[in-house]
């Protein structure tokens, strides 16, 4: 073998396993890329649930309040009735 044939030889040994390790690399950095991009994607389209939960819960909570707010201003106005009612017995007894 002449020594160009040898350089040869050496280098495309030496050369083609560090080629292939690059390009694995580069594959591989892609895939997780791609991974990862899938990923964030599962967690915005979680967190836009969540959201949705929670604009519903607080519809849900906004409604409580507004019947609370009714059950109070008629017992209420049941009292003024009762307190009504009492005191004209009290002054016709």
Do not use: C, Y
Request: charged share 35%; no cysteine.
């Amino acid at each position: 073998m002449s020594p160009d044939v040898q350089t040869v030889t050496a280098l495309v040994t030496a050369g083609l396993p560090t080629l292939t390790v690059l390009v694995s690399i580069l594959i591989n950095n892609h895939r997780l890329g791609d991974m990862n991009q899938r990923i964030s994607d599962f967690h915005r389209s979680v967190d836009r649930r969540f959201d949705d939960v929670s604009r519903r819960f607080d519809d849900v909570n906004r409604r409580f309040d507004e019947q609370r707010d009714m059950w109070r201003a008629d017992l209420f106005r049941v009292e003024q009735v009762l307190d009504a009612r009492l005191k004209h017995l009290e002054e016709h007894r």
